[in-house]
């Protein structure tokens, strides 16, 4: 559960990311960034793990 | 329950502090809160003293290590916190979005952006009762690629719309796409991993 309460700290770099990216790039690129970015995050876990895949 | 009561907290928390906000000021908001901090110390200070059912060993730099030493070798685990972790940098871009969104585009009220946060979490609130009605979904990976292809529509359509009532319905969307997502993967992690 230390590691998992470490993981979820991740959130407070999404705000951050969230904000820079508002800032520099605008609403419409920062969702498509979001969006991009964490379906490839999922994909890669799905195709790298098989017990993930058929769970 | 576990999704329950912080989307019943998301939902109300910004909805009382937006109707403060409209009828007295940020202030009275403020002041509010503080209130509702004292009666959550009093109320908790008032529960009945509880032993842990299982006290685990070790200093939290042991227990931080002994759970990387259980990922190394439990591969799955691996991947269910690189989930967690990545997934939730980008996914968690929303939590800055929604505000940018109720200022920029739809030029919201604090009462009409307190409803948005409402509507984010009446929808984690409602699949949370859907799931457990229907005792959840059997196949963990496709309720993980429902949660992040619902998730991902509705946020792709929030950012297009400027219409404040469709965005309503967008966020409920969205925050139907979280018991999910979580409840999933606290599924996994759970079967898993041992108590120790």
């Known amino acids: 559960m230390s590691v998992v309460a470490i993981a979820v700290q991740s959130l407070a770099i999404a705000w951050l990311l969230g904000g820079w990216l508002l800032d520099v790039a605008g609403i419409m690129p920062t969702v498509l960034t979001a969006v991009i970015g964490g379906l490839t995050v999922f994909f890669i876990a799905i195709v790298a793990s098989k017990e993930l895949r058929s769970s | ?196």
Not at chain 2, 10 to 22: C, D, E, N, Q, T
Request: glycine share 10%.
């Open chain 2, 1 to 196: 329950m576990n999704q329950l009561g912080p989307s019943a907290g998301r939902a109300f928390g910004p909805l009382l502090a937006g109707i403060l906000i409209s009828i007295r000021s940020v202030t009275a908001a403020c002041f509010g809160l503080t209130a509702l901090y004292f009666v959550t110390v009093i109320v908790t200070m008032r529960l009945p003293h509880s032993r842990p059912t299982f006290v685990q060993k070790g200093s939290a730099i042991q227990q931080i290590g002994q759970g990387f030493g259980h990922i190394r070798k439990t591969p799955v685990v691996f991947w269910v916190i690189f989930l967690q972790a990545f997934s939730l940098i980008f996914f968690g871009m929303a939590f800055p979005v929604i505000p940018a969104i109720a200022v920029e585009v739809l030029d919201t009220s604090e009462v009409q952006f307190a409803w948005m946060w409402g509507a984010f979490a009446f929808g984690q609130a409602a699949a949370a009762i859907v799931l457990a009605i229907i005792g959840g979904i059997k196949r963990s990976a496709i309720s993980l690629l429902a949660a992040v292809l619902l998730f991902s529509v509705f946020f792709v359509f929030l950012g297009l719309t400027d219409n404040y009532w469709f965005a309503l319905v967008f966020l409920f969307g969205m925050g139907a796409a979280l018991p999910l997502w979580g409840a999933t993967l606290m599924t996994l992690l759970q079967h898993f991993t041992s108590p120790e």
